[in-house]
């Protein structure tokens, strides 16, 4: 097993990167919120609180802007591109959220995109909370 990367001489300390050289990089993830099928239907009808995809993705996107900020330890990049899709699963009734950012920095992007997909799917389930309370995210 690794040792952790964060802990230097038993304190924890944010990683040096300086000595590394800028390369292009790319992370993806992804993750799902379970609904119930009549609330499925209403997202894809857009008859809840407007389109709540749509609000969901650039609230995506500002989050992953902002991981730095919320995560303790982690870089402030230099983002090039934030993409975030969405499909809808009528069959096992879920949202997947996914989540692809780029860049060419020193480290990667893995906590921006698994950050973008958290806050789109936090966003869904803000704005349909008042239909349905049981809503899951998982998967991630």
């Given at each position: 097993?690794?040792?952790?990367?964060?802990?230097?001489?038993?304190?924890?300390?944010?990683?040096?990167?300086?000595?590394?050289?800028?390369?292009?990089?790319?992370?993806?993830?992804?993750?799902?919120?379970?609904?119930?099928?009549?609330?499925?239907?209403?997202?894809?009808?857009?008859?809840?609180?407007?389109?709540?995809?749509?609000?969901?993705?650039?609230?995506?996107?500002?989050?992953?802007?902002?991981?730095?900020?919320?995560?303790?330890?982690?870089?402030?990049?230099?983002?090039?591109?934030?993409?975030?899709?969405?499909s809808l699963n009528e069959d096992e009734s879920?949202?997947e959220a996914t989540c692809k950012v780029n860049?060419?920095?020193?480290?990667?992007?893995?906590?921006?995109?698994?950050?973008?997909?958290?806050?789109?799917?936090?966003?869904?389930?803000?704005?349909?909370?008042?239909?349905?309370?049981?809503?899951?995210?998982?998967?991630?």
């Open positions: 097993m690794k040792k952790p990367t964060h802990i230097k001489n038993g304190k924890v300390s944010m990683v040096d990167v300086s000595s590394k050289t800028p390369t292009e990089r790319y992370a993806m993830a992804s993750g799902r919120i379970y609904m119930k099928r009549e609330t499925l239907e209403k997202v894809k009808k857009g008859t809840v609180k407007g389109e709540v995809l749509g609000i969901a993705r650039i609230a995506g996107i500002m989050g992953a802007k902002k991981t730095s900020g919320l995560v303790p330890l982690c870089h402030p990049l230099q983002i090039q591109n934030i993409n975030i899709d969405f879920y949202v860049g060419v920095e020193r480290t990667g992007f893995e906590m921006e995109a698994i950050t973008g997909v958290m806050i789109s799917l936090l966003t869904i389930y803000d704005m349909l909370k008042s239909v349905e309370k049981g809503m899951v995210i998982g998967d991630i």
